[in-house]
């Protein structure tokens, strides 16, 4: 995340966990190393500057944890708060498609391109008619109407991908993890899981397109969906972190 996420607020908390980890006389690195928490997301904490963090999730998530181990009551900064009304507000602005309409809206298109094709067709025929063309006849007629009845067929007018009309698939969604990773996972826009997977976990999960995956290690993880690989690593930013949108295209 690019934002500016720090406040006076989690400022003062970080300098709690700094106080707390230094009575414990560890270094940075070395409760890094007995917690598997990066040395980055402690840095973060300390110094009360989030935009590290990919989500709040992901920040909420290290927090509770650093806390815990430094065993210390702290309550989560509520540096998020203006940043999601702005959001909400910003989505409520922006039309959106409802994905229930394209059904609709494709048999239109096909409908209309039906009826133009026919009318241009018939028309053709009865110029060809009337200038005694005696090459035309009701069975080439026949035969042009068929030709614009599959040229307009649905499958050649629109480009649909074979994994969306293809119902035996089973939308199943499998993750395995090989280290400590973050897992964020959307479907609409509503956020259905925030979990933090360790290593040897695995997860399954049944969900529909359109869904977004956010990873917080790309490195960590395996995943595949109706039984297609997803590549986490290829889109990761420079702090490892994933965002893949699975949509129906």
Partial sequence: MTE?????????????FKEARKELGMSKAEVSNSVFINIKYINAIE????????????AKAYFIKYQDFLSIECDFPPIYKIKNRQDKI???????????FMPFIRAG???????????????????????????INETVFNNELNQIEEAVNFNNLIEIPVNIIDEKLSNKLILSFFDECW??????DELILNKLFKYGDSYELEIERPFKIVVGNADAIEASYNGNNIDFITNANRLNVSTIMINDE
């Fill in 4 to 16: 500016n996420l720090k406040s006076a607020s989690s400022a003062k908390i970080g300098k709690v």
């Fill in 183 to 188: 897992i964020e996972i959307y479907s609409h």
């Fill in 109 to 135: 298109v096909i409908v209309l391109v039906v009826i133009m094709a026919v009318f241009i067709n018939v028309r053709f025929y009865k110029e060809a008619k009337n200038n005694d063309s005696s090459q």
């Fill in 47 to 58: 110094s009360g500057d989030y935009s590290v963090f990919p989500s709040e999730g992901f």
């Fill in 90 to 100: 910003i989505k409520k602005s922006i039309a959106e498609i409802n994905p229930s």
